[in-house]
């Protein structure tokens, strides 16, 4: 499964942005996909997941009603909408895959995509 994460931007304290990420070369719907992102200096965090179906969502607690994860499946696309934007989401954004697994966790992912830049001035 090869995965493509695009959308990322400078944006500022308050603005919203949503990232895309497109898969191809396997079968998108028997996959939990999940968003991870990794600031400068930092490890790379859990941010929101999505179960193959769209059916259940989970979300760190630090994004929790500001970012909303979704899918489409006859796009072969994961969405993840941030709204409110905070300096401190500055990061890399990464997608990830698993299949049949919630991607809650960096070592539950079997694929990753190439990330998107998100930079949030205050």
């Known amino acids: 499964v090869q995965l493509q994460a695009y959308g990322g931007g400078l944006v500022q304290a308050g603005d919203s942005l949503r990232l895309s990420c497109a898969a191809s070369?396997?079968?998108?719907?028997?996959?939990?996909m999940g968003w991870f992102r990794q600031a400068p200096g930092k490890e790379r965090e859990f941010v929101a997941a999505?179960?193959?179906?769209?059916?259940?969502?989970y979300y760190a607690d630090s994004v929790k009603g500001r970012f909303a994860i979704s899918r489409d499946n006859a796009k072969n696309t994961v969405y993840l909408q941030m709204n409110s934007l905070k300096p401190e989401d500055t990061a890399i954004y990464y997608c990830?895959?698993?299949?049949?697994?919630?991607?809650?966790?960096?070592?539950?992912?079997?694929?990753w995509g190439q990330g998107t830049q998100v930079t949030v001035s205050s």
């Open positions: 990830a895959a698993a299949r049949d697994a919630i991607v809650t966790a960096a070592n539950r992912a079997l694929y």
């Open positions: 070369g396997g079968t998108f719907r028997m996959y939990g």
């Open positions: 999505i179960s193959w179906s769209g059916g259940s969502t």
